[in-house]
């Protein structure tokens, strides 16, 4: 029986929701993470048993110290983590303010630096670290500015992580979806037309003819936290129905 316990964070809701599901499916053990009590106690009592949730903020690095001391004094060394939690706001470049900036920065670049840095010593050997970026990296979207350097800046230590961490046994890799339905284009000052019209625009632009759903992402997550990826490193698997063709 697969018994590999994996950390998600962010798991509450859209992706990190469906990898945590179709995780615990394969008989992966699975923590997640969320910002508020309600939202974690909802995505566990649905997720079920063998998944464990914190409360964490990503954006905290003395939350992310205590996330580990919690998870490593429960389940000592883990197999792999995805570096999921993230935030978007729309807004465009003149209209960014600093306070817009530092949040997405700190959650979707720092955060997710910090969480790498403090999980490395209760990693396993082997083990694997998935980092969630965006096609933002290599397309060009307006309003999207601050969120396209966050993204950018967290797929470009990868190599360095790669090489740095390779007597341990750690890889790391890279999973880049496309325009999601998810709960973060509800978040992002988006109104509901905006995001109507975006998602439709997808869905008809794409070679599926529908757009992705974070259950279309998640067996990929899987196969990049698993042993059938241990050969990889510094993949970029881009899952976004062909739109970027």
Do not use: H, W
Request: charged share 20%; net charge negative.
């Amino acid at each position: 029986m697969n018994k590999q316990i994996i950390v998600i964070t962010g798991g509450t809701t859209g992706i990190g929701f469906a990898c945590a599901e179709y995780l615990l499916n394969l008989d992966y053990r699975v923590i997640i993470t969320g910002r508020t009590k309600e939202n974690l106690d909802s995505a566990i009592s649905k997720l079920g048993q063998n998944c464990f949730g914190f409360l964490s903020n990503t954006s905290s690095l003395s939350d992310i110290d205590e996330l580990v001391i919690k998870v490593k004094n429960q389940f000592g060394n883990i197999d792999g983590l995805f570096v999921n939690a993230g935030v978007f706001r729309a807004s465009n470049f003149e209209g960014t303010s600093e306070e817009l900036f530092d949040e997405t920065m700190n959650i979707n670049f720092k955060g997710a630096f910090f969480t790498v840095q403090k999980f490395i010593p209760i990693l396993n050997n082997p083990s694997s670290i998935v980092l969630n970026t965006s096609i933002v990296v290599f397309k060009s979207f307006a309003d999207t500015s601050v969120y396209t350097a966050s993204k950018a800046a967290l797929e470009s230590i990868a190599k360095v992580l790669n090489i740095e961490l390779a007597d341990r046994g750690i890889r790391v890799n890279i999973v880049s979806p496309g325009v999601t339905e998810s709960p973060i284009q509800k978040k992002s000052g988006m109104t509901d037309e905006a995001i109507n019209n975006l998602l439709e625009y997808f869905s008809s632009t794409s070679p599926i003819g529908r757009i992705i759903q974070p259950t279309d992402i998640a067996p990929i997550v899987e196969f990049l936290l698993s042993n059938k990826s241990r050969v990889l490193r510094n993949e970029k698997i881009i899952v976004d129905g062909g739109t970027t063709l």
